[in-house]
């Protein structure tokens, strides 16, 4: 009887997260459609003006204008922030910010060719010059700077934890002794996690989605990430799902490329800055990450180094 329940409820979970895969917009019994996925809210989004002739001293730039198309590498499986459907169309804050800053560079969004780059092997694909930009949810630390430059901040997230609604065994993360949480290599709430201090054990996976299974099929506790992030598998799926707790950690979010292109990094600076004083910001920021559940915040302040 009991093997047969949670067979039952594996079999739920992996139904749930197979119609989430197609767009997010069927959502499963009680939850509401995500819309994470652009569709309503994609008549919203601004477009972009593309700029022309433009004339900036970097190799990357160069070397993308003789292509013909600019290379962002971003995630797919984060509603709100970089999502891909199953028709291959991309949506979420992050790819808005990946247009918004290709059109500065001279790049229509068609002219875009996005690779899906998970966070375990960003700085190695960056540097090798697989992607030009690297747009995804990325934390600036002086660590990674020793291996990839940052445009940015251009957003502040916190790292949380997403549990199966209603736990009420984890309210916080002063509450995770002995249970097991998951998150993915080479992100910054991982190492954190890790830390003695919260005697937590862990699951090191290579995809937020893969954890989130994990979550509803009641293999980890919690899943711990970005609060930007966490929130937008909530939106997904809020009768199963919730975001509990107060951010532990600081994640200020850049626009990864290569480290010596000091000319690119002020370019995609300048903007940054100018779509954020232009209004495009919050409009894209209101049409996406706005949409699972956080208000708009103007973003942190422009980092040049
Ligand atoms: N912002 C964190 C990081 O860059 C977590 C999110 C992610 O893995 O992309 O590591």
Redesign the pocket.
Known sequence: MKLRKSASVAVLATLALALTACGGESGNAGDKPSGGDGGAAAAKLPSYAVATDVKIDSATLKRAQKAGKLVIGA?ND?PYLGFEDTTGKRSGFDIEIAKMVAADLGFKPEQIEFKTV??NV?ETTISKGEVDLYV????INDERKKQVGFAGPYFL?G?DLLVRKGDKDISGADSLKGKTVCS?K?????QEIKKPKYGAKTVELSK?SECVQQLLNNEVDAVT??DA?LKGYAAQRPAKLEVVGKPFTK?P?GVGMNKDDKALRTAVDDALEKHEKNGDYKKAYDATLGLSGSPYTAPPAIERY
């Open positions: 995630k984060q998970d966070s960003r995804g949810t990325y934390t997230a790292a993915i080479g992100s910054t709430p991982l937020y990430t970005d992030i994640e979010y």
